[in-house]
């Protein structure tokens, strides 16, 4: 298997984008309309590169899909990162704007490793905040990091936002996060990935309860 750190970023410069984006929309909603049949209430977040949100054909290929799968927009969260702004700000915040409109739900990924002024935090119809990795993973050991994944969550909440932390790996990072009033977990300590058709089977041996955003 080849990592998806090594092949998306090269994907990314080209118009392939596009056609991987199409497939894993098409994969997540069908995922999600399986869970639904089985009573599971699960959303799935997809991630969207610059190219994806300035593209014309995203709003349409969405409003087909979930009409196809008889879905909606509850199903699907859509991750950016905040490196979608640099190309055309105003262009990116207004197609934002008309996702979050038609109900999804929007995440800010990576933040804190891109370029963009947290002024477009502002006029942005984001609901959540997901922390890069590499800062909560390194934030027991370095009181920097802590203080950037402690900063973010505060600034978050003050804007109405929640918060995901992403690399939990430990049981320790877990309960850190916890004291900072992180809202969501993600990471190995979590689980480790695994088939969707196995979900059903750890949500119930975990003790978890199945919920919507």
């Known amino acids: 298997m080849v990592s998806p750190g090594l092949f998306v970023p090269l994907v990314e410069d080209t118009e392939l984008i596009h056609v991987l984006t199409r497939h894993m929309l098409q994969a997540s909603v069908r995922q999600c309309f399986n869970w639904q049949r089985d009573g599971l209430g699960i959303p799935l977040a997809v991630n969207l590169s610059p190219r994806n949100l300035l593209s014309p054909d995203l709003v ?13 927009p509850e199903w699907l969260g859509l991750e950016i990162t905040e490196s979608s702004l640099i190309t055309d700000p ?3 915040i207004a197609e934002l704007a008309r996702l979050s409109g038609m109900g999804f739900h929007l995440f800010i990924d990576d933040f804190g490793t891109g ?3 947290l002024s477009y935090l502002t006029r942005m119809p984001v ?34 936002m929640t918060v995901v932390a992403e690399g939990t790996a430990s049981k320790d990072i877990w309960d850190a996060l916890s004291g900072y009033g992180c809202d969501e977990a993600q990471g190995y300590y979590v689980a480790e990935p695994f088939p ?18």
């Open 115 to 117: 370029y963009s002024s």
């Open 60 to 72: 349409p290929g969405l409003e087909t899909l979930l009409h196809t799968w008889g879905g909606s």
């Open 90 to 92: 105003d262009a990116s």
């Open 196 to 213: 969707a058709a196995q979900f059903g089977d750890w949500l119930q041996a975990s003790g978890r309860q199945a919920r919507a955003h």
């Open 127 to 160: 609901k959540t905040i997901k922390v890069d990795h590499g800062f909560t993973m390194s934030m027991l050991k370095d009181c920097r990091a802590a203080a950037i994944v402690k900063s973010t969550i505060e600034l978050a909440h003050n804007l109405g």
